[in-house]
Nanobody, 121 residues
């Protein structure tokens, strides 16, 4: 059973930065596409950033130019660098691994338990 473990959340003032990490317990990058989602209180979970099948990252309009997703295969870790944070970025951030669209995986997706990011004014 693969587990995704997020870290790096915390509290920061508006304009500050945080870097989230997600380390799967096994090597899944060859079959799974990694992404970051978030859920704010009273709102639905939304996509923040995700790698496409060609390896490029896409971003929600609300975070474009401020957030950067990266992946270090040697460390088996994906990151979400968050700069110029705004109060509306406050949410629980989840790491997700989704089976590559061209593959058939034993499990369609995996989710981490989430890490809280709180941005104060």
């Amino acid at each position: 059973q693969v587990q995704l473990v997020e870290s790096g959340g915390g509290s920061v003032q508006a304009g500050g930065s945080l870097k989230l990490s997600c380390a799967p317990s096994g090597y899944i990058f060859s079959a799974y596409v990694m992404g970051w989602y978030r859920q704010a209180p009273g709102k639905e979970r939304e996509l923040v950033s995700k790698f496409s099948s060609d390896g490029t990252a896409s971003y929600a309009d609300s975070v474009k130019g401020r957030f950067t997703m990266s992946q270090d295969n040697a460390k088996n870790t994906v990151y979400l660098q968050m700069n110029s944070l705004k109060t509306e970025d406050t949410a629980v951030y989840y790491c997700a691994a989704e089976c590559h669209p061209s593959l058939v995986c034993a499990r369609r997706d995996y989710w981490g338990k989430g890490t809280q990011v709180t941005v104060s004014s």
